[in-house]
């Protein structure tokens, strides 16, 4: 994942550009503290050392890119014309976010006793 970096503090941007110096990018995800695709302070909680800020940045570039795919998949299935072979009680979409709240649960459990032992 590549991010560009945009903050109204300097301090705070040069913290994250050396932190983050093999993974940035013009066109990457925005990293922000006011406003971006990541804010700093409501996505990525502070203080932070290197190793927890790539953490935070993995788990919300992961949440924020499941999101999107989840999104089109179900714009494309709105662009689908009545099936009757296809579904639309809603029943799969909640069983679907049901699993993946669990899943992203599990994995953030995961992922904190690994690394933050």
Known sequence: MTYKIQCK???LQK??????KDYLSEDGLVISDTSGDIIIGKDIKKPFSKSQLLL????VANQKNLYHELKNMLKVKEDIPNDPMISTTGSFEE???AIILEF??????????????
């Not at 913290?15 to 983050?20: D, K, N, P, Q």
Request: proline share 0%; hydrophobic share 40%; aromatic share 6%.
């Open 95 to 97: 069983e679907l976010d």
């Open 56 to 59: 935070q940045l993995e788990n």
């Open 104 to 117: 992203s649960h599990k994995l953030k459990r995961l992922i904190k006793k690994h690394y933050l032992k």
């Open 9 to 11: 503090s300097l301090l």
């Open 15 to 20: 913290a994250l550009e050396e932190f983050l």
